[in-house]
């Protein structure tokens, strides 16, 4: 193949290969445009940067004449500062524990089946939702979901850790999807000879997450003897005390009543997330019933 005949065959056509039409349609419609189009002169640009000093520039008479150019490698490294904090911020919502169903979905996968009155109830708590992420930081409001299973508590909780770290999103951020029982075996992993943990380090560690959520509370969490329930409290007590001390807002979901949760975790716990608390009852069928495939043989 003649590569050089044929790359100059496509840079200087023959006349006689174009379409008649084509070329007056060329030379009366694309001439005019291309005649009409503003020429773009480069001129050169000093400017004097704190981090990369004296530095000139080629740019266009319109960006010269619109002034305040900046330094351009100041702009390069802001461009690639973005591009990785967008890479970052893709790879924490991509490896989140939490189930996977819920993982990088936004509010917009959230609906509840209802009457004009429960749409706009739930309207109002997706903009509140929205709202929060928008402003997520230390001294937040924490958020006790309540209601009966299969009515969206956990996949709630989870968008709005989703939206938190679109919103919000730092180097530093840590976020943590668990459920209370799974704290306590954990916690209790750390008792083994072979383990390089500790539970107070684990309490520690888990209390300082920038976000915290703790699903299904009351499922499984305490002993069966009253002494081992009263010690799996405190350990759970534990982790709500540290992270208001350290002002650390808790997102929790739990399947009982509000009255119910405060009893179960105790007066301790329950005085510290009521001092600054969203109750949201979650009061609507449940999702999986309205739309669950259930067959009969």
């Known amino acids: 193949m003649n590569t050089a005949y044929e790359s100059a065959s496509l840079r200087n056509p023959k006349p006689e290969l174009l379409d008649p039409a084509h070329v007056a349609g060329r030379n009366n419609t694309l001439d005019s445009i291309i005649s009409s189009m503003p020429t773009f002169n480069?001129?050169?640009?000093?400017?004097?940067?704190?981090?990369?000093?004296?530095?000139?520039?080629?740019?266009?008479?319109?960006?010269?004449?619109?002034?305040?150019?900046?330094?351009?490698?100041?702009?390069?490294?802001?461009?690639?500062?973005?591009?990785?904090?967008?890479?970052?911020?893709?790879?924490?919502?991509?490896?989140?524990?939490?189930?996977s169903e819920h993982i990088n979905a936004d509010f917009s996968q959230w609906s509840v089946t209802g009457d004009n009155q429960l749409r706009e109830r739930i309207a109002i708590i997706v903009s509140f939702a929205k709202k929060y992420a928008a402003s997520y930081q230390k001294g937040c409001e924490n958020i006790l979901l309540t209601g009966n299973t299969g009515t969206g508590k956990t996949k709630l909780a989870c968008l709005i850790a989703n939206e938190i770290?679109?919103?919000?999103?730092?180097?530093?951020?840590?976020?943590?999807?668990?459920?209370?029982?799974?704290?306590?075996?954990e916690i209790k992993a750390t008792w083994g000879k072979s383990s390089?943990?500790?539970?107070?380090?684990?309490?520690?560690?888990?209390?300082?997450?920038?976000?915290l959520i703790i699903d299904e509370v009351g499922e499984a969490d305490t002993g069966y003897s009253d002494?081992?329930?009263?010690?799996?409290r405190e350990r759970l007590s534990a982790i709500i005390d540290r992270r208001y001390q350290l002002r650390l807002p808790t997102i929790i979901t739990t399947n009982m009543t509000a009255d119910e949760f405060y009893h179960h975790m105790g007066d301790r716990a329950s005085d510290r997330l009521r001092q600054n608390l969203v109750d949201i009852a979650c009061v609507w069928p449940s999702y999986r019933m309205l739309t669950g495939n259930v067959r009969s043989l």
């Open 227 to 232: 002494k081992a329930a009263d010690k799996d």
């Open 196 to 211: 390089n943990d500790s539970d107070v380090a684990y309490i520690e560690r888990l209390s300082r997450s920038t976000v």
């Open 42 to 99: 480069n001129v050169s640009v000093d400017t004097d940067c704190t981090i990369h000093g004296k530095q000139s520039w080629l740019v266009t008479e319109a960006v010269a004449n619109a002034g305040n150019v900046q330094c351009q490698k100041c702009q390069w490294e802001h461009d690639a500062y973005q591009d990785k904090m967008r890479s970052m911020k893709a790879e924490l919502l991509a490896r989140l524990e939490m189930p």
């Open 165 to 185: 770290i679109r919103q919000r999103y730092h180097t530093r951020m840590t976020v943590a999807f668990k459920r209370s029982g799974q704290i306590q075996q």
